[in-house]
């Protein structure tokens, strides 16, 4: 059994500007839109010090939370902590770009469904093409005025719609970032699967997900809370690690039992995984 997970995800909020099609971000209808300072501070003191990897954000685009750079740094108060986001580009007039930079932010991912504006737009994520290009390269301009050493990945993901662009699209943006890569789309939970794929699942094994009311799930794919564990507000983030709920149900993906989880009773993440060398605990 792991004792403390390596990964943490906070989800300051439940906000995006994207509208994916592959995404129930639509669909959610929960809340609040934003996690209480209180409650993401207590997060991060109680995992202080523990080489954590965090990711503030989950369902949501986090670089348009006008308080990311102030929870930024709360987190690299720790000189052990690292901090990572996944973001459309799609970010709002009053994101402070300078100050995202210089809150010591280690790696952000940008995904961008299309190499030109008529595939972008065929992908159905939404928004502009030409002005998420030139969000991106702002941060990566900024981000070298800056000096900074955050590491920049850009991102498509394998659809029907870009796939007769992903060579031009690796080749364009390895000009400018540190990585530029096609990504497989993945399947959400409960979004017409029938059964689950009997396998183990990598989510569990050393990463832990808060939603926006505290309450913490199984999985950052759970749009719904249909995984709920515990809450960090009623109780520490170690205790709901350790707790009896998340001990029996990381049992469970341990050994491939989907189908006596809710929420994982109808997921088929990882279907394409090798686990002939899965350990287990």
Known sequence: MILFPKYIQIETSVVCNSKCVFCPHEEMERGPNYMEDWVWKKIIDESRGKGIIYRPFMINEPLIDPRMPEIVRYIKQDPTAKVEFNSNGNLAVKTDVEALIASNIDWVRFSLDGHTAESFKASGRGGKFEKIVENIHRFIDERNRQKSDTFIEVRIIDLDENRHEHKDFVEYWSKFVNKATVTPLYDWPWTG?????????????????????????????????????????????????????????????????????????????????????????
């Open 193 to 281: 699967q029938t059964e689950p794929h009997r396998a183990p699942c990598l989510k569990i094994r050393d990463e832990m997900f808060f939603m926006t009311d505290g309450n913490a799930t199984l999985c950052c794919w759970d749009a719904f809370g249909r995984g709920i564990v515990g809450n960090v507000t009623q109780n520490t983030v170690e205790e709901i690690w350790l707790g009896e709920s998340n001990q029996k149900y990381r049992e469970y993906l341990s050994h491939g039992e989907r189908e006596k989880i809710l929420l994982c009773s109808k997921c088929d993440a990882y279907k394409n995984y090798d686990f002939s060398n899965w350990a287990g605990y």
